[in-house]
């Protein structure tokens, strides 16, 4: 019954706000108005303010007073998102949205940057992923979220599409072998810190710290499995 009055009230909205709904249901976490506005203007519509305030109207889209953010209704969202189609153009104006937010952040916020890495992968931006990922797989580590951590960093490594060729790549393998190794996955830990000195083989040349690094941690894993090399 819920979803046929959520679908009648969808209709009474009208298409622009059907439009402005099925952009917005790219966002899987509240966002501030300029999210908002980010889904809208991307989409062409004008009066996206106006077609907001239906939506709230009409109990499809959430407003959290205290925080100033709004959200689609879920029992709405993962059906508006089927019905997407401009699903690269609505991540990168949500990328957009999210890489305003968090380089304005004064500390790193872990949800703002996931969501970040997440539009950045729907968009095509696999460097600002690789980036952010080694950078949160860290954050997490050092907050002693082994296990999310280790999420994120795989997460990140198989939803690219593109060659892992960068020091941002080389980074990201890193943290992520860092992670694995203390979780107990060694020889998982030893392909990531292989990975990750061929790519920064590579890119920087032999004499460089990241280079060093890499082989001290491999020869420690290598160490603790009582292999030496």
Do not use: M
């Not at 997440?118 to 980036?131: D, K, R, T």
């Not at 979220?145 to 599409?161: M, P, Q, T």
């Not at 941002?168 to 292989?194: M, N, P, Q, S, V």
């Amino acid at each position: 019954i819920r979803e046929h009055v959520i679908r009648e009230l969808l209709q009474r909205g009208g298409d622009e706000l059907a439009g402005l709904l099925r952009w917005f249901s790219i966002y899987r976490q509240p966002v501030l108005k300029e999210g908002v506005r980010q889904v809208g203007e991307k989409a062409g519509l004008e009066t996206w303010e106006e077609l907001l305030k239906e939506g709230i109207g009409l109990s499809l889209i959430e407003y959290d007073q205290a925080r100033e953010n709004y959200r689609l209704i879920p029992l709405l969202r993962e059906e508006l998102l089927a019905e997407l189609e401009n699903r690269h153009a609505s991540h990168r104006a949500a990328f957009a949205y999210y890489k305003k937010i968090c380089e304005a952040n004064e500390s790193i916020d872990p949800v703002s940057v996931e969501e970040w890495i997440y539009h950045a992968l729907g968009c095509g931006e696999e460097e600002v992923a690789s980036e952010q990922g080694g950078i949160l797989v860290i954050y997490l580590y050092d907050h002693l979220a082994f296990r999310e951590s280790r999420r994120v960093g795989l997460w990140v490594l198989e939803e690219k599409n593109s060659e892992l060729s960068t020091a941002y790549d080389a980074f990201l393998l890193y943290g992520t072998a860092f992670t694995i190794k203390t979780l107990g996955d060694h020889r998982k830990a030893i392909d990531y810190y292989e990975q990750a000195l061929k790519i920064d083989r590579n890119v920087y040349g032999e004499a460089h710290p990241a280079v060093a690094r890499e082989l001290n941690n491999l020869g420690e894993v290598w160490r603790v499995l009582g292999e030496p090399k």
